[in-house]
């Protein structure tokens, strides 16, 4: 076996064990233009899309909410999730913006994604979010 995936296996472990619980929602892929025809313009949506919604474990950090306005705060997370989990329930594609996350009580936009890997297996996501009360 790999290292990449003797690795990957032990963050899913670790993760499993002492993550939280978090759901990660996507909408799902929009419809080509109508004046493409039939040209695939987002391969990687066409051919996977993930499911609507996704419960998994990870962990969260850096949870600082600013006031933004009144009663109104945002804040930015970090997010670390295991391709592994994810993939047993079906999504095979890192998060990325436009998804959304819900932790803590709170749902938080996906900025970006940070996909560690080694060997070629993808090991561990690191995700920027945003997002308040």
């Given at each position: 076996?790999?290292?990449g995936r003797?690795?990957?296996?032990?963050?899913?472990?670790?993760?499993?064990?002492?993550?939280?619980?978090?759901?990660?929602?996507?909408?799902?892929?929009?419809?080509?233009?109508?004046?493409?025809?039939?040209?695939?313009?987002?391969?990687?949506?066409?051919?996977?899309?993930?499911?609507?919604?996704?419960?998994?474990r990870g962990?969260?950090?850096?949870?600082?909410?600013?006031?933004?306005?009144?009663?109104?705060?945002?804040?930015?997370?970090?997010?670390?999730?295991?391709?592994?989990?994810?993939?047993?329930?079906?999504?095979?594609?890192?998060?990325?913006?436009?998804?959304?996350?819900?932790?803590?009580?709170?749902?938080?936009?996906v900025q970006?994604?940070?996909?560690?890997?080694?060997?070629?297996?993808?090991?561990?996501?690191?995700?920027?979010?945003?997002?308040?009360?």
């Amino acid at each position: 076996m790999s290292l990449g995936r003797t690795l990957a296996r032990e963050v899913a472990r670790d993760l499993r064990r002492d993550g939280e619980l978090l759901a990660l929602e996507a909408e799902p892929a929009p419809p080509p233009p109508p004046d493409q025809g039939s040209l695939t313009w987002n391969a990687q949506a066409a051919a996977a899309p993930p499911p609507a919604r996704a419960e998994s474990r990870g962990t969260v950090q850096g949870w600082r909410p600013d006031r933004i306005v009144g009663d109104a705060y945002q804040g930015e997370i970090e997010v670390r999730l295991s391709p592994l989990l994810l993939a047993e329930l079906g999504w095979e594609a890192a998060p990325r913006r436009g998804m959304t996350i819900l932790a803590r009580g709170h749902r938080f936009a996906v900025q970006s994604c940070d996909t560690r890997a080694l060997g070629g297996v993808a090991v561990l996501h690191i995700v920027q979010a945003k997002g308040g009360r």
